[in-house]
Nanobody, 125 residues
Framework: QVQLVESGGDSVQAGGSLRLSCVLS????????MGWFRQAPGKEREGVAA??????????IYADSVKGRFTISRDHAKSTMYLQMNELNPDDTAMYYC????????????????WGQGTQVTVSS
């Protein structure tokens, strides 16, 4: 059974930092594309960052709203993916989900076939 388990969500003040983690288990093959999505109340789920480990160094893509503030990384040996989030602001408040996908893109959730349960990030001003 494939599982993705997120952790690290918390409530922080604007300007603060958080590091999210996602542990992937149950796959019998190496899933080269993983990513982070978020969903705020009343809004659609949106892509935040994705990483592709098929190249060296791994390829990464980010939503414009988080470029320069968020960094995605992956420790393949630990089957763990991270999202370092700096300079957080209230617009970053959302449930954050990790996912494993087939296509290295953020503009569609249909290409992402495994999802975690989410971890809540709340940023207060």
């Amino acid at each position: 059974q494939v599982q993705l388990v997120e952790s690290g969500g918390d409530s922080v003040q604007a300007g603060g930092s958080l590091r999210l983690s996602c542990v992937l288990s149950g796959l019998t093959y190496i899933n080269k594309v993983m990513g982070w999505f978020r969903q705020a109340p009343g809004k659609e789920r949106e892509g935040v960052a994705a990483i592709y480990i098929g190249t060296s160094p791994p390829g990464t893509i980010y939503a414009d709203s988080v470029k320069g503030r968020f960094t995605i990384s992956r420790d393949h040996a630990k089957s763990t993916m991270y999202l370092q989030m700096n300079e957080l602001n209230p617009d970053d408040t959302a449930m954050y989900y990790c996912a494993a996908g087939r296509v290295f893109r953020l503009d569609s959730t249909s290409d992402w076939h495994y999802w975690g349960q989410g971890t809540q990030v709340t940023v207060s001003s």
